[in-house]
Structures are given as structure tokens and as C-alpha cells.
């Protein structure tokens, strides 16, 4: 029973996920404090509020609705998406496309009895195992 148990927790899917927990962990720290630490207070500057809109409430009825609270969780939302996008997403999506391009993908046509899509070169469909004539393909394609 606990060789199996081990066996699982040594298989290597468990380990990297438990060490993305980790790190995502990590990185929601460092993000929140950037975000709390440097970009709300400029919000705070732009808009004469000293970056907190806790405070701000509305009385309707005799409820309060502590309306700045939303405010501020909304403000730090979006400026945590926005740290994501262009300081994690944005680069790693051009460091991708530079580093590991994309294989150019051989030019299809429909197998005449399947429909089924071979490559242009194809003498036989892989689907159907139909024969076919190959087209010929230009270099320049």
C-alpha cells in the first residue's frame, strides 16, 4: 500500500504540479506587492484619493454600501491583470514565437472519396487508404 503511495507521489506529473502551486504562489505575492506597492498609489495620484477608496460609502435606505471596498479590489484586479499580461503573458508569447517558430504546415487537399484531408504529395489516403494521384507540389508553396 505505500509503495503505491509512493509511486504516485514520485510520478513526475504530481511533482511539477505541486511546484507550480508553489511558484504560482510565489508570483501572486511578488505581483500583489508590485500592484499594491507602485500602481495603486499612482491611481491614488491621478485621481486625488491617495490610492484608497475604502472609505467611500453610500447610505440608501439605512444599508450602507461600502462601495469603495469593490473600488478598490476592482482597481487591484485589473491593474494585476494588466502587470500579468504585459510583463508575463506579452513576453513569453514573443520570446515563443522567436525561439520556437512554428513549422510551416504542408499544403492539404480533400481525398476524392473520403474527404478526409491528406497532404498534396499523398499517393494514398491515410484515412481510407484510397490511392491517389499526387499533386505536384511547387517550391515555392
Not at 74 to 102: D, E, G, N, Q, S
Not at 112 to 127: F, G, H
Amino acid at each position: 500500500m505505500l509503495k503505491g503511495f509512493r509511486d504516485f507521489m514520485m510520478r513526475g506529473n504530481v511533482v511539477d504540479m505541486a511546484v507550480g502551486v508553489v511558484i504560482g504562489a510565489a508570483f501572486t505575492g511578488v505581483v500583489t506587492g508590485f500592484v499594491s506597492a507602485f500602481l495603486t498609489p499612482l491611481v491614488g495620484v491621478v485621481v486625488g484619493a491617495a490610492g484608497d477608496f475604502s472609505s467611500y460609502k453610500a447610505n440608501l435606505g439605512g444599508v450602507i454600501f461600502p462601495w469603495g471596498q469593490f473600488l478598490n479590489v476592482l482597481i487591484a484586479f485589473l491593474m494585476t491583470a494588466a502587470v500579468l499580461y504585459f510583463c508575463v503573458v506579452l513576453p513569453v508569447t514573443k520570446a515563443t514565437a522567436r525561439y520556437l517558430p512554428k513549422k510551416p504546415k504542408s499544403p492539404k487537399r480533400p481525398c476524392p472519396e473520403c474527404l478526409t484531408e491528406i497532404p498534396q504529395a499523398a499517393r494514398r489516403c491515410s484515412a481510407c487508404t484510397a490511392q491517389v494521384e499526387p499533386l505536384v507540389v511547387s517550391p515555392g508553396l
